[in-house]
């Protein structure tokens, strides 16, 4: 990546959802903690990617440092790609839609799903807070937003549509439904802000600087696949999260916390998370349901669905 690509103007929060809010991404991801797969044929196998579409990804992950390229040992001049430190530190963010999948989509059976190996509890993991130990969840935050953040977030870079996935494959099918709410933007932010409690149609406005035909178009779509509802008050309309869409907490939780683990000089840019019950910022973490043991990565693997890591051939 040049120099030029990367500006003080682009938001850390944009440039996360620019690169995670991906299919394809989150598929390669996924088989790299299922399975170690380092091989760009390995994953052309398990995700049907056009090979122009899985380099430019690959690169992405290179160039944002997430993934490092090293020559393979049979002399070829191909090469393995590897997650570095802030690469496997998107585990959680893969194992909170993984999460989500399961619980509110009919894709989730086809999800890896989480096994604590010390205790050999399956199933989801809890929210929790790692300055307190405390069980978090949507209601014991509060967002605390650098305007001008969101308006950078909104204002620079690419947009993809969710209308319109550049391609169809097996990897495009896994992630379908959370992409509605972290595939673009426009989508993703205002998710956020519903979940921070934003439920007038002014004040994402305001919030945002969006253009009224944008916002309407993507609150009707967030309504659609039901993770916003509509509902009309004497003096209004306002859009509540659906229990679907207040189930998306954790995933945002860890694309804000990953978001400053990838750019830890960029800190006061971002929109931040405060955990009401002991007054920190929040810094996520996962626990297990069965032992109640803080879950490293080190202590969990992902079981694949049953008839391989990809959907049935
Ligand atoms: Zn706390
Ligand atoms: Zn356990």
Redesign the pocket.
């Known amino acids: 990546m040049t120099e030029a690509g990367v500006t003080a103007a682009q938001s850390p929060v944009a440039q996360t959802i620019d690169l995670l809010g991906d299919r394809l991404t989150l598929a390669i991801l996924r088989e790299v903690f299922i399975d170690h797969v380092r091989r760009f044929s390995q994953w052309i196998d398990r995700t049907g990617a056009p090979p122009a579409m899985l380099t430019a990804r690959l690169n992405a992950l290179v160039a944002a440092g997430l993934m490092e390229r090293r020559p393979q040992t049979s002399g070829s001049d191909r090469h393995d790609y590897l997650l570095t430190d802030l690469g496997i530190a998107t585990w959680e963010i893969l194992a909170s839609v993984w999460a989500w999948q399961r619980e509110w989509s009919p894709e989730g059976l086809l999800q890896p799903e989480l096994v ?1 190996i ?4 399956r199933g989801p993991p809890q929210l929790m807070c790692r300055h307190c130990d405390r069980a978090v969840d949507l209601r014991d935050t509060q967002l605390e937003l650098d305007p001008q953040s969101l308006v950078l977030a909104a204002g620079s870079g690419r947009r993809r549509s969710t209308r319109t996935p550049p391609s169809v494959s097996r990897a495009d099918l896994q992630f379908t439904e959370v992409m509605e709410a972290i595939g673009d933007r426009w989508s993703a932010l205002v998710t956020g802000l519903a979940l921070s409690g934003v439920r007038r149609f002014n004040e994402f406005q305001s919030a945002l600087k969006i253009s009224p035909t944008t916002l309407t178009e993507r609150l009707v779509r967030l309504s659609e696949v039901q993770i916003l509802t509509r509902s009309d008050h004497g003096n209004g309309r306002e859009y509540v999260l659906t229990p679907r869409g207040r189930g998306m907490f954790p995933i945002f939780a860890f694309l804000l916390s990953w978001t400053q683990l990838a750019h830890p000089d960029a800190l006061s840019l971002g929109p931040k998370l405060r955990h009401r019950g002991c007054g920190s910022w929040l810094l996520p973490a996962l626990r ?1 349901r ?4 803080l879950l490293e990565r080190t202590s969990v693997h992902f079981e694949p669905f049953p008839f391989g890591t990809g959907l049935p051939r």
């Open positions: 604590h010390d205790c050999g509890h297990c069965g032992c109640d043991a």
